[in-house]
């Protein structure tokens, strides 16, 4: 698929564009998902990649937390990087945590949660970060119970 070469080559509108036209007719691909959330991150659609975002978290949070950034060549350890080192404003500071909270979910989930918290806190009405943070803390929460009891 154009759309993986795309992103591979980390060129995130070509893919979104080819991803979008993809998912238009297999909307239920989880890794077409995974993927168009990552460039729409980067192509500043925000809302868009929060709504897909939460669509995937609730249907299989694993589905994202069992990345492997090698394996999978994720770009997300690179783009958070950069994100977190930047000076240049892209995105306003409720945008920003809320990007970093979805990129650090495919890597760790507690830089996943504090994100979105800080992002909360700028945005407390936002009802799409509130789903997300509640969800990451359930799942995080159910794994610990699960290991506290074996």
Same mark, same amino acid.
């Given at each position: 698929m154009l759309g993986n070469q795309y992103f591979l080559a980390r060129k995130f509108s070509l893919a979104e564009a080819e991803l979008a036209e993809f998912l238009a007719k %297999? /909307? &239920?691909n989880k890794p077409a998902r995974k993927k168009i959330i990552i460039c729409l991150t980067?192509?500043? @659609? #925000? +809302?868009? =990649?929060?709504?897909?975002? %939460?669509g995937l978290i609730? /249907?299989? #949070?694993e589905f994202i937390i069992?990345?492997?950034p090698i394996?999978?060549?994720? !770009?997300?350890? /690179?783009?958070?990087?950069?994100? +977190?080192? +930047?000076n240049k404003i &892209?995105?306003? #500071?409720?945008e920003l945590y809320t990007v970093l909270g979805m990129l650090w979910l495919y890597c760790d989930i507690n830089e996943s949660i504090k994100n979105f918290q800080? =992002? @909360? #806190?700028?945005? !407390? @009405? %936002?009802?799409?970060?509130?789903? =997300?943070l509640n969800k990451i803390n359930s799942y995080k929460k159910n794994q610990l119970q699960n290991i506290n009891q074996e």
């Open positions: %297999n /909307e &239920t980067q192509t500043g @659609k #925000i +809302e868009k =990649a929060l709504s897909i975002f %939460n609730d /249907e299989d #949070i069992n990345t492997d394996k999978d060549d994720c !770009p997300c350890p /690179e783009l958070v990087t950069k994100l +977190e080192s +930047e &892209t995105y306003s #500071i409720s800080l =992002a @909360k #806190i700028h945005l !407390p @009405k %936002n009802s799409d970060i509130q789903f =997300a």
